[in-house]
């Protein structure tokens, strides 16, 4: 192209005085790399001042987005990828609404094991926290890399820390991702350990190895298998059911009544991702029909645009769903049911009443 319209751009420059840069341009400027990617322009930081030089129709949006990390990076925040794509994507409109984070933004825990402090990184995750504060069960549904297992642990040791709580408790149903693992060598706790993997994973960036061990030999927290919560009594204590979308309707059932005094319960889940046996209904899928509108209970749903993990995934989760819906792919488990009709009993197995199993040959008894 050619003429004046062609070569007309507009340029806006931010001061960078007393910003940390690295924290906002991310290694080799790779957050600035991410805004030229979609923008006919250039976004340079070069001494004291960042210039975007671009078209005039494009160039408001990248200066919002650019005045919004700052805002970040003041506070103590480090930007990557995630945070910039999340950004371009909520002042375009795609966001879930447009509020801003300052209301908790603020860190939400600071510990020795991680580098700095936790915050929330999306509107979605913004809801989550808030429903916690301000619900004692709160069910909180999404697809991978959205936070919902790690907020959960983050909030669960903010409560600690700030003595609302005694004690926290993991609680992960004992069922493997479509493959028969066997049975496990060990003890009780090596036995359950791979299944709860990912909430001591979340605890060690928060505490570190040496902290999280003396918590649990104390007791200050806890982790078992669902199949271990019948018959007890949780009081003052901060309950996590992680992976709930594995537990049956009864298991849900029986989990939720274990609450007592005191006691706040997280249950997250993502109903894509169902390994019951075909025909099994996910308690976490059908709760919703039991307990929506409930005093006390909460329901919040994050989606891709929450996802904090390598930006592919947020790409990736995208892919699945639309194959869903196109039909391409089928639901990932039957246990997932259709929001529909996720309330209805599954259709009783046809049988034969008069005909009897063969019995076996004698010398096939006791066998």
């Keep these: 192209m050619s003429g004046e319209h062609a070569r007309r751009t ?22 600035l790399r991410r805004l030229e990617r979609d923008f006919d322009g250039t976004v340079a930081a070069r001494g004291d001042q960042l210039r975007i030089v671009g078209p005039p129709a494009q160039v408001p949006l990248i200066r919002d987005v650019v005045a919004d990390l700052l805002e970040r990076v003041r506070r103590g925040q480090r930007i990557d990828v995630v945070t910039v794509e999340y950004l371009l994507a909520s002042h375009g409109g795609l966001a879930p609404d447009s509020e801003a984070l300052d209301a908790e933004t603020a860190p939400l825990l600071y510990a020795s094991g991680s580098r700095r402090a936790v915050r929330v990184r999306s509107a979605g995750q913004q809801k989550y926290v808030a429903a916690v504060r ?25 409560y600690l820390k700030r003595n609302l709580v005694d004690r926290i408790i993991l609680v992960r149903p004992a069922v493997e991702a479509g493959e028969q693992l066997g049975f496990l060598p060990g003890d009780l706790q090596e036995k359950i350990n791979p299944y709860l993997r990912p909430l001591y994973d979340a605890l060690s960036d928060l505490l570190g190895p040496a902290r999280i ?40 059932k029986m989990f939720l009544t274990r609450l007592g005094n005191q006691a706040k319960a997280v249950i997250t ?35 891709s645009r929450d996802t904090q993990r390598h930006p592919l995934v947020r790409r990736i989760v995208d892919a699945f769903a639309d194959s869903e819906r196109a039909g391409v792919l089928p639901p990932e488990s039957t246990g997932a049911g259709e929001p529909a009709t996720m309330s209805e009993p599954p259709a009783a197995p046809q049988t034969e009443p008069d005909r009897l199993p063969p019995a076996l040959p004698p010398d096939a008894e006791g066998a």
Aim: aromatic letters at 6%; one cysteine or more.
């Design 134 to 158: 301000e619900h004692d069960v709160v069910f909180v549904v999404g697809p991978a890399g959205t936070g919902k297992t790690y907020l959960a642990v983050v909030l669960a040791m903010d």
């Design 269 to 303: 889940g993502d109903v894509t991702q169902i390994d019951l046996v075909p025909g099994e209904r996910s308690g976490l899928v059908h709760v919703r029909t039991i307990l929506a509108g409930t005093e006390g209970v909460a329901f919040v749903d994050l989606d």
């Design 10 to 31: 507009e340029e806006i420059r931010f001061d960078l005085r007393g910003i940390d840069q690295i924290a906002l341009c991310g290694p080799a400027d790779q957050n």
């Design 213 to 252: 061990g003396k918590y649990m030999e104390s007791g200050v927290i806890e982790a078992s298998p669902l199949a271990f919560m019948r018959g007890r009594t949780l009081n003052n204590a901060f309950v996590i059911l992680d992976e709930a979308q594995n537990t049956t309707v009864g298991q849900m």
